[in-house]
């Protein structure tokens, strides 16, 4: 086993409005040598003055990043002969940089990492030489740029480390306004140094790669060079100290240049510049442009305002959304439903009007008028929605908007009441029906008062007002299959059927108040579930929730495939204000048994779910007889299915109180009609692939079904996440380098109840390093239904793992 | 005198009269590179003023007779000091086409009062040398003796003072470069406190030893240039404002001022040791208190110096590599042998003796032998200095142990004269202000010596030398009257 090292060389140009040691403008892009002055070009008898706010913003960077900050600091001359350095030596800081001991908390596939700072320097840019044919050409536009270095010690493993570190520097340096971060531009520039060696031997040679200009080629350089070094190691050679450039177009690394000697830069202090005091008045202007971080403020925001990881990943990305998002709350808008709208229908606008949020017509003070409007019930989504496009194409208030197109609603309930009152009078005969107990013309008379409104009525609160005048609570009870709806036929073998007797049996037994809403989805047994029954089902309780009219759902199932429906649904209603119930049963209804019918379990659990719908209690529940579980990291595990002394057949791994309710991986309303949903869940489930790991299984069988098409493995390993790694036939280890080339993703449960983070063994180790992805407590089955929610969700990679890692 | 000079430049008539003067002078002594008063008008106060206004604080405002004295007075630059449009030079085959974009802070503060720039003045390579011998681009000779050498590295500035062209011109000083070639000229030469004057436009030799001081014909003239170009530059970090207390500080004659003087043998040849006992004399019977002082670090001065000096060359002269300006082979293969042409053809012996000694004090695993140790030798000498000054006000000293000497194989070889410069560099390596001034002559030859002060005393150098003038006036080289006695040249 070899360990790894990675240290990072970052490099960022300040954006000061001029350059460092003169006036002169300091900007990408301008006519080549046209910001250029006797000071930055090194002319005779020039001398530096420093620019005070250059160092202001390096002490910024340094500050946050931890570092102690030098109390006094300066420069040294750092000598070297290059046409691109107009003095041949670069005012750089050797014996005290300005920030020293700092960190940066990462953290990839859940193992949180600091990676420490070796220190931040603040020093002048060289300019820039440009090979033309068989002429060299000098712009020295860039010469005496500020430019400040950020040493990383050794402190990262792998190539996605290093990504992840630049990226969320990157995030930093934006928010702290001192560096544009474009790294194909220059402006952020990045080496890295990487050795590896046998474990536990400390680091090995160091090899420096230059010319990444991108965080992805950060991390495949590395990845590359660690293999490259491996292989050497593996072979009993040496690997030779150098400096190697990425090719990014042949994705390997070369050799640049063999150092044979430390290069001598000669350092000695800078004699043109005094030493720089950091006082007290210049640290408290430092502190005060130390602005709430990227790290800090997502955590805020999902703390403050309840937000889900994914979402305030995206609105605290760009200090600009962040800044207008908050804005936006504290001028009155709801923080969920705003984080909705930005991520949403906002975004979608911006998208379509190829603008920018802070340029566009939707100020802060529209958006947030347009969320209380819809909060004050003075609009509804619909009319919120064509209000939203009006403010883009009009340019007006929403306030104006909906006036002049007459798109209040009506939300005085007394003046509702009354079309209510009046559609009920006239219907008399669906009054009638309703009472008789089949509820399904609810809908219809919900669309009587909404014409006497002009669609100017929200439908919820018409539902509601016309449930309360009839003393309705209605109940959908879906039946999908399984034992439950089924039935024994007269060979004793169970074959699907319907709930038709089972609901006629508890119609007598719970409340008059409660109707039935009865919908066959399917006959057939919970083994035979294929994606276009679940698709089915997915539709039809998303129908239900949107209708309004329900109380509650209920969900009867067959108890095989029970774990993996019960998460699924929760992946895509775990914000449901509605009660959603699942339950099972064992064994169909039988009217020939000798038990009293009401006693069976079939009509036990029923009656079970269908008080539990109507409890109020919103979520996704599993109900099977006594116990109330939770819909992820079921179990099906029949301990006592048969004997009434135990628990039951089903339980919850890892989980100490029930989890009903939480952020859905699918947000906000389902956009699929049945058959695109149909589509997408057959071509998802297609590209999946569960494995149980076990002594003797091939790695080349998970090759030939990453050559079949498979894209995603949710492997079920030993314990906390161990598999085989040594160099054997039966090694994991080639099929997750195949897989890794081709970017497979390895998502790890465990066939015991065990928490898989990959901290305790080297194996497990081991697979982090190869880049399998540990799913913590959740359950194989939990964690399949999570991917295919979250391939549902989004079609972008780095969405869909954002969401299969987002902490529950 | 004053009425000469004042209008000189004026009139078409007295101008080219002068022209034709200075040239013709300048044909026998070598003294100026450029000499063009017509340029030196175009350099307008206007854009000058831009340079005053640029940091300098209050304090350090010159006095309303200052900017009156030096008001309209035509003065030269030495060849490493920016003025607008004219040569920069150094001394050096390298920059010999160079012309500046840019004017210094010191020579611009003079253009805003007034004063008019009309040459840049010979001296040795970078201000590497003791003779201007090392210019690679003319000969300077004494005006005393054209057999003899004028000093230096500021020895262009030095003769056209004391041969008349000029009554004032600008100097730098990193190890003695100013008093030295005063001293043989028979001027006076003025090494202000580091930092006092900017060096923004003075081309760096050793930046942390060097700066802009003035070579003149009166200690009133001298002063009052000082005073008009010190002050703080937003240009030059390291420049400095005086410190409040001293500002306004009187150079009015003050009694029982003590002057300490060095005690043992200090290596002078006869003419200088009788001079420096005579001067010393004459101290005495003007009323001053003379205090025997012991200087135990002057014997590690010329290392210490050497060391810093040659470090901080080997920096500041990497720019000229012949890419953006100067000059530049015919034809090179790549880069590298671009540079390396460049500078083989560019630089002096001298030059290249001094950036490859820098070169070796620097690398890494010597710098405690040579670079380190020679800062710590720089920080015992300061030390020295600040406990002799608070016995003394002053510090009375030779400026070379010898007078001017002959030119070539005649005078004294590259490392005597460098052993030679352990009385100017003290004050170099201590940031202190020192005066070389006139002290009559010895065998026909100028005698120099020098008054050294505590930080931004200069005022102190003022007051005493102001007394010894009257009694010493500078000498008048025979061949070289005033012009305004006669504009013909004596063969």
């Known amino acids: ?808 | 005198m004053e009425s000469y000079w004042k209008s000189v430049l004026s009139a078409e008539s007295s101008r080219a009269a002068y022209q034709s003067a200075v040239t013709a002078r300048n044909q026998q002594l070598g003294a100026f590179l450029e000499f063009d008063p017509e340029r030196g008008a175009a350099v307008s106060a206007e854009h000058c003023l831009e340079a005053v206004n640029r940091g300098q604080r209050a304090g350090d405002n010159p006095p309303d007779s200052a900017l009156a004295t030096v008001e309209r007075l035509p003065f030269a630059v030495k060849d490493n000091i920016a003025v607008d449009t004219f040569s920069l030079t150094c001394g050096s085959r390298m920059l010999e086409r160079f012309r500046s974009p840019y004017s210094a802070t010191a020579v611009a503060r003079l253009c805003a009062a007034g004063a008019t720039v009309v040459g840049k003045t010979n001296m040795d390579e970078f201000g590497m040398g003791s003779a201007t011998e090392n210019s690679a681009l003319a000969q300077t000779h004494n005006p005393f003796d054209r057999s003899r050498v004028a000093g230096g590295s500021s020895g262009g500035s030095a003769v056209a003072v004391a041969a008349g062209m000029v009554p004032f011109a600008l100097g730098s000083d990193t190890g003695g470069s100013i008093r030295q070639p005063a001293a043989f000229c028979g001027v006076y030469g003025l090494k202000p406190t580091y930092g006092s004057v900017s060096r923004y436009g003075l081309v760096a030799y050793a930046s942390s030893l060097e700066g802009i001081g003035v070579l003149a014909s009166s200690v009133d003239l001298t002063e009052a240039v000082f005073q008009v170009m010190r002050g703080q530059d937003e240009m030059d970090h390291s420049s400095l404002a005086t410190p409040a207390e001293l500002v306004g500080a009187s150079s009015v004659a003050q009694t029982g001022t003590r002057v300490g003087v060095l005690t043992g043998d200090l290596g002078l040849d006869d003419q200088v040791a009788a001079g420096y006992q005579r001067s010393i004399e004459v101290l005495q019977q003007l009323g001053y208190r003379f205090e025997r002082v012991e200087l135990p670090t002057l014997e590690y001065c010329v290392p210490a110096y050497y060391t810093i000096a040659a470090a901080e060359a080997s920096a500041n002269l990497a720019r000229y590599n012949g890419v953006r300006y100067g000059l530049r082979p015919d034809y090179a293969e790549n880069p590298e042998e671009l540079v390396r042409a460049a500078r083989e053809q560019g630089f002096g012996p001298e030059v290249k003796l001094r950036i490859l000694l820098g070169t070796y004090v620097l690398r890494s695993g010597f710098q405690d032998q040579y670079y380190l140790r020679a800062q710590k030798i720089r920080t015992a000498i300061r030390n020295d200095l600040t406990r002799i000054f608070q016995s003394v006000d002053l510090l009375f000293m030779p400026v070379f142990p010898v007078q001017a000497f002959g030119h070539g194989a005649e005078g004294l070889s590259p490392f005597q004269q460098k052993l030679a410069d352990r009385f100017t560099s003290t004050a170099n390596l201590s940031g202190l202000p020192a005066l070389a001034l006139p002290m009559g002559l010895e065998n026909g030859l100028p005698l120099g010596m020098q008054l050294m002060a505590p930080a931004f005393h200069e005022h102190r150098l003022f007051q005493v030398a102001r007394v010894l003038e009257e009694e010493l006036p500078p000498p008048v080289p025979p061949q070289y009257p005033p012009l305004w006695q006669s504009h013909t040249v004596p063969e």
């Not at chain 1, 409890?615 to 109900?623: D, I, M, Q, Y």
């Open chain 1, 1 to 808: 086993m070899y360990q790894s090292f990675i240290g990072l060389e970052i490099h960022i140009q300040l954006l000061t409005q001029t350059k460092i040691f003169c006036g002169c403008r300091a900007a990408f892009g301008d006519e080549p040598n046209s910001n250029v002055c006797p000071v930055c070009m090194g002319y005779p008898g020039v001398l530096p003055a420093l620019n005070q706010q250059a160092m202001h913003m390096a002490y910024l960077v340094a500050h946050a990043l931890n570092c102690t900050l030098a109390p006094q600091t300066g420069f040294d001359r750092k000598n070297y002969f290059y046409p691109d350095l107009p003095k041949n030596y670069q005012i750089s800081q050797f014996a005290a940089p300005l920030g020293t001991d700092g960190y940066l908390d990462v953290e990839f596939h859940r193992k949180k990492k600091r990676v420490r700072i070796h220190e931040v320097h603040l020093e002048e840019d060289a300019g820039k030489m440009i090979h033309a044919g068989d002429m060299s050409l000098l712009d020295y536009n860039r010469a005496g740029t500020p430019l400040l270095e950020i040493v990383t010690e050794p402190d990262m493993e792998i190539g996605e480390e290093a990504e992840m570190l630049l990226q969320q520097f990157r995030r930093l340096v934006r928010y702290l306004g001192v560096c544009d971060g474009n790294m194909e531009e220059g402006s952020l520039r990045c080496d890295a140094n990487v050795s590896i060696n046998r474990r536990g031997e400390g680091l090995g040679r160091k090899v420096e790669i230059k010319n990444m200009n991108s965080s992805r080629f950060v991390r495949k350089a590395l990845n590359y060079e660690i293999a490259r070094q491996q292989e050497i190691l593996d072979r009993g050679g040496t690997v030779v100290q150098e400096t190697r450039l990425w090719n990014e177009n042949r994705d390997l690394t070369e050799t640049m240049r063999v150092k044979e000697s430390a290069n001598d830069y000669r350092y000695f202090p800078e004699p043109d510049l005094p030493p720089f005091n950091a006082d007290g008045a210049f640290l408290a202007a430092v502190e005060a442009d130390l602005v709430e971080l990227p790290a800090a403020r997502k955590e805020r925001f999902m703390r403050d305002y309840a937000l889900s990881e994914p979402q305030a990943d995206f609105l605290s990305d760009e200090k600009p959304l962040a800044d207008y998002y908050e804005d936006a709350v504290l001028q009155g808008a709801d923080p969920a439903a705003a984080a909705g709208w930005l991520a949403g229908d906002v975004r979608k606008m911006l998208n379509r009007y190829n603008t920018a949020l802070t340029e566009s017509p939707l100020s802060v003070q529209r958006f947030a008028g347009l969320l209380m409007l819809l909060a004050e019930g003075r609009i509804h989504g619909k009319i919120a929605k064509q209000t939203l496009e009006a403010i883009f194409t009009e340019d007006k208030e929403p306030e104006l908007i909906i006036r002049e197109k007459g798109w209040e609603q009506i939300t005085d309930s007394a003046r509702l009441q009354t079309y209510v009152d009046e559609v009920l009078a006239e219907q008399a005969r669906v009054v009638e029906q309703i009472n008789s107990g089949d509820a399904r013309p609810l809908g219809f008379l919900v669309g009587q008062v909404m014409r006497r409104t002009s669609g100017r009525a929200e439908p919820q609160l018409v539902t509601a007002l016309l449930k309360q005048s009839l003393g309705l609570e209605i109940v959908h009870v879906l039946s999908f299959g399984g034992a439950i709806s089924g039935t024994r036929g007269d060979d004793g073998l169970i074959v699907p059927g319907d709930l038709r007797d089972l609901k006629d049996i508890i119609d007598q037994e719970v409340s008059t108040r409660i109707r039935f809403e009865e919908v066959q989805l399917g006959r057939f047994l919970s083994e035979e579930i294929t994606p276009a029954d679940w698709a089915t089902l997915i539709d039809a309780v998303n129908t239900r929730l949107h209708t309004g009219d329900a109380s509650g759902i209920v969900i009867a199932h067959g108890t095989d495939t029970l774990a993996y429906t019960a998460s699924l649904l929760y992946w895509f209603f775990a914000d449901s204000t509605v009660p959603i119930v699942l339950t099972a049963s064992a064994v169909p209804w039988e009217p020939i048994s000798e038990r009293a019918q009401s006693g069976s379990e079939a009509v036990r659990n029923l009656r079970a779910a269908v008080e539990r719908a109507t409890s109020n209690v919103p979520g996704v529940h599993v109900v099977y007889g006594e116990q109330d579980l939770s819909p992820i990291n079921l179990k099906f595990e029949r301990i006592g299915a048969e004997s009434p002394d135990l628990p039951g057949p089903f339980r919850n791994w890892n989980q100490s109180t029930p989890v009903y309710r939480g952020r859905p991986v699918v947000e906000g309303p389902l956009e699929l009609d049945l058959a695109g949903l149909t589509e997408r869940l057959e071509r998802t489930i297609g590209s999946i692939y569960v494995a149980k790991i076990y002594p003797g299984m091939r790695g080349d069988a998970l090759i030939a079904l990453i050559n079949a098409g498979v894209r995603y493995f949710i492997l079920e390993l030993f314990d906390t996440g161990t598999a085989s790694l040594r160099e054997t036939p039966f090694s994991l280890k080639q099929a997750f380098a195949y897989g890794a080339e081709r970017g497979v993703r390895f998502f790890c449960t465990s066939q015991q109840e065990g928490i898989v983070d990959f901290s305790e063994y080297v194996t497990g180790h081991e697979l982090w390093k190869e880049g399998a992805i540990p799913m913590g407590t959740l359950t194989t089955e939990t964690v399949y239904t999570r991917l295919i929610a979250s391939l549902i969700a989004s079609d972008d990679e780095s969405e869909v793992l954002r969401r299969m890692e987002e902490a529950l």
